[in-house]
């Protein structure tokens, strides 16, 4: 990815990545960079499974983009593995500069190396340009999920 670094993520990248999951109207609200416990709590768990990749996009040593790759085995579709991309998140300097779609395409490329049929993603309904965004890439708004708080 020549000047691009995309690697596993790291506790010292937390706060960065923390602080671009705060950085719009949704993640203001639920995302709290005050307190990184959780989070660094999270990065344990997510750094023991093997299925998960939790990785940011660094430049000249700055970490301007992130975000999570779940690998899913599954019995549907006649056995097929799947991947999830979650939580992308680009650096407000580096948005329209490329590297969200680099950033995608390392998923989709690390999904087919990991024997993946399938990649889906969801995206929140307010985020219409994300939506643009995932299509230009290839992507079909082909579901309707749901989601239930607990």
């Known amino acids: 990815m020549g000047?691009?670094?995309v690697r596993g993520a790291r506790a010292e990248d937390i706060p960065a990545i923390v602080?671009?999951?705060?950085?719009?109207p949704l993640?203001?609200?639920r995302e709290s960079p005050d307190d990184?416990?959780?989070?660094?709590?999270?990065?344990?768990?997510?750094?023991?499974?093997?299925?998960?990749?939790?990785?940011?996009?660094?430049?000249?040593?700055?970490?301007?983009?992130?975000?999570q790759l779940t690998i899913i085995p599954g019995l549907s579709r006649r056995g097929s593995?799947?991947?999830?991309?979650?939580g992308v998140r680009i650096h407000a300097d580096e948005r329209g500069s490329g590297l969200g779609s680099r950033l995608i395409q390392w998923a989709i490329d690390t999904s087919r190396h990991e024997g993946c049929q399938l990649v889906q993603l969801t995206s929140d309904n307010s985020r219409t340009d994300a939506h643009r965004f995932?299509?230009?890439l290839g992507f079909t708004a082909s579901h309707v999920g749901f989601k239930l708080a607990l």
């Open 134 to 136: 995932y299509e230009r």
């Open 19 to 24: 602080a671009m999951l705060a950085d719009d």
């Open 27 to 29: 993640g203001a609200q």
């Open 36 to 67: 990184l416990s959780p989070y660094l709590t999270a990065l344990e768990r997510l750094s023991a499974d093997p299925n998960q990749h939790l990785v940011v996009a660094v430049r000249e040593g700055r970490v301007v983009g992130t975000l």
């Open 3 to 5: 000047d691009l670094e």
């Open 81 to 86: 593995t799947r991947s999830i991309i979650e």
